[in-house]
């Protein structure tokens, strides 16, 4: 069976198109659409339980941020294979049932992320590296563009697109994961850390499935439609701060203690810096 678990806040039309394309396209397996509405004030709730009444809906009282909204979803999730998949996206073709037959047919993958394209088209870079220093300075620098190597391994710049490869960390647009190896992290029923609200939920779990040997691989066999970013975009000064936040804490969490102590102290004041220019102000960032 497959679990399809769509977070949503405020984004009602986009929705029903992602919603709609499900009903065009569904998977030929059993499977199941989870809505877990964060209060939107556009209808949204009432729109999926009028219009799409063979999905489930969670409405919650309380916008609980994308981690806590997935996992809202994973507790009432019954499938073996479950899927995080953004309201803003929509499916073209049959990528559901060519999606769910890869990781079938790969029992030593645990994760896999499929081809984006956006309304122009176009393939969108949607795979990155784990962040680490070194990455993440060829980043902000732009030297990891021009000289590759692991100046790039965060951006991955030279990412090719057309190729079935390994991902480290595909975007959460689109996430097909195996039960099993959420379970091999942690509880299937609530994986997401709830510390990362918003961003960097994906890149955690992602790194915690590749240090439990669970590969995560890219596939362009598979594609869907992704509009972008449609939910942030409405609150772009918190959301700048929180992404900024969020990755000086994955760092704290997962960088080694000599580290912690001797380097991130640093390298937060920069991310914090960086945001701060950025967002052209100080913001709180997500507040619950």
Same mark, same amino acid.
């Given at each position: 069976? +497959? ?18 394309? @499900? ?6 397996? %059993?499977?199941?659409? @989870? ?51 953004? %309201? *803003? ?13 890869? +990781? ?15 309304? *122009? ?14 990455? @993440? ?17 965060? !951006? ?19 996430? +097909?994961? !195996? !039960? ?12 997401? *850390? ?14 915690? +499935? ?29 959301? @700048? ?23 991130? %102290? ?20 997500? !507040?619950?």
């Amino acid at each position: 069976m +497959l679990s399809i678990l769509i977070v949503n806040w405020n984004t009602k039309d986009l929705l029903r198109a992602c919603l709609h394309s @499900i009903e065009l396209f569904p998977p030929s397996t %059993p499977f199941e659409v @989870i809505v877990v509405d964060n209060a939107s004030t556009d209808g949204s709730a009432e729109m999926v339980s009028t219009s799409f009444e063979w999905a489930i809906l969670v409405a919650s009282k309380a916008n609980t941020g994308y981690a806590r909204g997935n996992n809202l979803g994973f507790e009432r999730a019954q499938g073996e294979y479950i899927l995080t998949l953004n %309201p *803003d996206t929509e499916f073209l073709d049959n990528s559901l049932d060519i999606a769910l037959k890869f +990781l079938q047919d790969h029992p030593s993958v645990g994760c896999i992320g499929i081809k984006q394209m956006g309304v *122009d088209d176009m393939i969108q870079q949607s795979v990155r590296g784990f962040p680490t220093l070194l990455g @993440i300075f060829g980043d902000v620098t732009g030297l990891g563009n021009s000289l590759g190597g692991h100046l790039d391994s965060y !951006r991955l710049s030279r990412f090719n697109y057309h190729l079935e490869q390994p991902a480290p960390q595909p975007m959460g647009t689109f996430l +097909l994961f !195996r !039960r099993t190896a959420l379970e091999a992290v942690g509880s299937a029923k609530a994986p997401f *850390d709830e510390s990362f609200p918003i961003f960097f939920n994906e890149v955690d779990l992602l790194y915690r +499935l590749h240090k439990a040997k669970w590969n995560c691989v890219y596939t362009p066999t598979a594609q869907i439609r992704h509009h972008g970013g449609e939910s942030t975009k409405q609150v772009r000064k918190s959301m @700048i701060w929180e992404s900024h936040k969020s990755l000086s804490r994955y760092l704290w969490k997962h960088y080694r203690a000599t580290a912690r102590v001797l380097v991130l %102290p640093f390298v937060s004041v920069l991310i914090f810096l960086t945001a701060f220019v950025r967002a052209k102000g100080y913001d709180a960032g997500y !507040r619950a």
